[in-house]
């Protein structure tokens, strides 16, 4: 049976935290939530696929469905799938850009293009998803082949403590990186699901965001 009246978001694990948190202090009944494996942040050739699955499984149970994606490094494959669907996404080239909205984004990028970005939900699996996903902890040698070209770590918080803060420090030198926090708060992330929720909701201070 469709649920006519409720919009399913299939979301990047990775922001489940942040959906669920905007779910609740926004009221956003009307919105159901899916969500893939964080861990094909590290697989994005697998993004289209996982992603078409979840749209096909879910069309006999939701009329309305939204794609809680950027491109997130699938090279356009992911909006060819979405277009066949007929389903949209979030808007950008990956998280960091619609939590830091795009003017920030670019001006980071700009200042210096040996950035490496971790978000809350990578601070708080940095190790699993980074040091262990790209095998620095079996093999040392290879943070150096991966961030050679990099000079520092930004981390983009949605909702800082000093506990991520000191994470997010700890990550940087074990990269050999400087260290760098901007608070982005969800960014057009709220924006974005807000409409997609379908109703006109005051945006909600950072400072609740941080209670929550």
Not at 17 to 33: F, P
Not at 156 to 177: K, S, V
Request: proline content about 4%; hydrophobic content about 45%.
């Amino acid at each position: 049976m469709t649920s006519t009246g409720t919009v399913l978001v299939i979301a990047c694990g990775a922001l489940a935290r942040e959906i669920v948190a905007l779910k609740r202090l926004n009221g956003w009944t009307a919105l159901d939530i899916e969500c893939l494996p964080p861990e094909l942040h590290n697989r994005p050739e697998k993004i289209p696929g996982a992603v078409q699955a979840a749209i096909q499984g879910a069309r006999a149970r939701y009329e309305h469905l939204f794609v809680a994606y950027a491109d997130c490094g699938t090279g356009g494959r992911l909006d060819a799938v979405l277009a066949a669907e007929g389903v949209e996404r979030l808007p950008g080239a990956h998280c960091y850009e619609f939590y830091a909205t795009a003017s920030v984004f670019a001006g980071l990028a700009e200042a210096e293009l040996g950035t490496f970005y971790l978000t809350d939900f990578l601070v708080r699996h940095f190790q699993r998803l980074v040091i262990e996903g790209l095998g620095i902890d079996r093999h040392p040698q290879l943070r150096d082949e991966y961030f050679r070209h990099y000079r520092r770590l930004v981390h983009l918080a949605q909702q800082p403590t000093a506990e991520l803060t000191r994470a997010a420090r700890a990550a940087a030198a074990q990269l050999g990186l400087t260290h760098e926090e901007r608070v982005t708060g969800y960014g057009e992330l709220a924006t974005q699901l807000d409409g997609v929720a379908g109703r006109s909701i005051a945006v909600v201070p950072l400072t609740a965001l941080q209670r929550s």
